[in-house]
């Protein structure tokens, strides 16, 4: 027992060592030259704004705590809306729900922070038929509460992964949900220093099969993480590490470039909305769709048209379904991309 306990050590040790000694790639960008395509849209029988939202197969998942019915289940193909679940502390009610992605079709995930409990649901004809519970780590002992979790992904059966933002910091970890126990934590090469704001490094993240993107708000760079259930491994870096901390600081938000709204991972291919205007200027910019393979390589990209904060893709068909988080509306933005 003794040997296999230094056995155990020494794995990890060496594990935790190879990262660290791991010389990381970092790629320049060099862009396509834009390519422009049609945008076309398509009304949905419900008001479309989502506060999470995901594609599973064709399956549209959309969270609207505004909505009296906060999710909202639309198939894309057939048009069939189902929609389930209220605010409160009955039956099938939630304090600030929150939507997770799972990997099975038909699935979905719903979790609330407040009372540490994630409720993993099947589809099945017009409602939700529940199928698990899982609960969170205790992040605070003296509380018994877990951390703060914005989004939520599944990476394999009780693996999820899991982002928070906090004042002072910003954490992606993963999680398993049947120990109850956090297995790994990303170790930021960027991140505030003891008297900064978490504010200037807000980033979205995508989870694949295997490998994971970073796309950061106000730094002009993507991250490509390798995953297994041990955890991370940082495999490349696109971009720079040019920070806007000073700006930030300063109370002038409104100044800071802001680059990426929203990253989603496909199955070889990373698709990243990019602004590259100030804050200020959102309104008016035409958002770009970058698209890289896993070497770091620009594959395409799309001038979209008109400004766009969020996406879902549909690889199948290679389609983006797009929105404007500000606008409350009933329609779906879609583009049909060019095969490869």
Known sequence: MYTLALMIVFFSSCTQSQ???????????????????????????????????????????????KDSSFLSIFDLYTQKLIQWGKIGNGPNEYIIPSLCRMKKNGNVGIYSNALNIMNIYQTKADSLIHTHTFHFPIWSKEHGIPKAYTRMQQYDDSLFIGTSF???EIA????????????????????????????????????????????YRYINRLEVYQISSLGFNLKLIIGDDKLQNDLYNKDRDDEMIYYYSDVICGKNTIYAIYQGTQVQNLSNVRSSLEI??????????????????????????????????????DYLYYYQLLPS
């Open 166 to 168: 906090m004042p002072k």
């Open 19 to 65: 990262k660290s000694k791991e010389k990381i790639p970092v790629i320049a960008k060099n862009l396509k030259d834009k390519l422009s395509i049609e945008v076309d849209s398509l009304k949905l029988p419900f008001i479309f704004y989502p506060e999470r939202w995901f594609l599973n197969n064709n399956q549209l998942y959309v969270l609207n705590n």
């Open 292 to 329: 890289y393979n896993l070497e770091g390589e620009n594959l395409n990209t799309i001038n979209l048209g008109r400004y766009i904060s969020d996406i879902v893709i549909d690889e199948t068909s290679n389609i983006v379904y797009a929105c404007d988080k500000n606008i409350e509306d």
């Open 172 to 215: 992606v970890e993963l999680l398993n949900l049947k120990t109850e126990k956090v297995v790994d934590a990303i170790d930021f090469s960027l991140k505030p220093s003891e008297n900064d704001y978490s504010g200037p490094y807000e980033c979205k993240i995508s989870v694949s099969d295997n490998y994971m993107a970073i796309a």
